[in-house]
């Protein structure tokens, strides 16, 4: 299993960016997906928890309503939509899954999951 993400940067606070996560030797039919993210200092936050069996969806507090995940199957590739950017959003961010055996909210708390990827730094500037 590989999974690696792209499309970070820096943007202006307020602004949008997408972050995508091509996920291959993996079905994302029937995973538990997962972005977090991570500042110096401070430990690996789970942001946002998907289980494609439809076993729910964990937001931290702290993106929702602003961040969204979805993910495409017929590419093989796990989006996070960030809008409404803010200077604290700042972080490497990295995309994770597993088997979906668990609930959304174990794999984004625990940060037990078995696949990660390399990380894409994220700059919001104020």
């Known amino acids: 299993v590989q999974l690696v993400e792209s499309g970070g940067g820096l943007v202006q606070a307020g602004n949008s960016l997408r972050l995508s996560c091509v996920a291959s030797?993996?079905?994302?039919?029937?995973?538990?997906i997962g972005w977090f993210r991570q500042v110096p200092g401070k430990e690996r936050e789970g942001i946002l928890c998907l289980i494609t069996s439809g076993l729910g969806t964990y937001y931290a507090d702290s993106v929702k309503g602003r961040f969204a995940i979805s993910r495409d199957t017929t590419n093989g590739t796990i989006y996070l939509q960030m809008n409404s950017l803010k200077p604290e959003d700042t972080a490497v961010y990295y995309c994770a899954a597993d088997n979906g055996l668990f609930s959304a909210n174990y794999y984004c708390l625990s940060r037990n999951l078995a696949h990660w990827g390399q990380g894409t730094q994220v700059t919001v500037s104020s």
């Open positions: 030797g993996l079905r994302l039919d029937n995973y538990a």
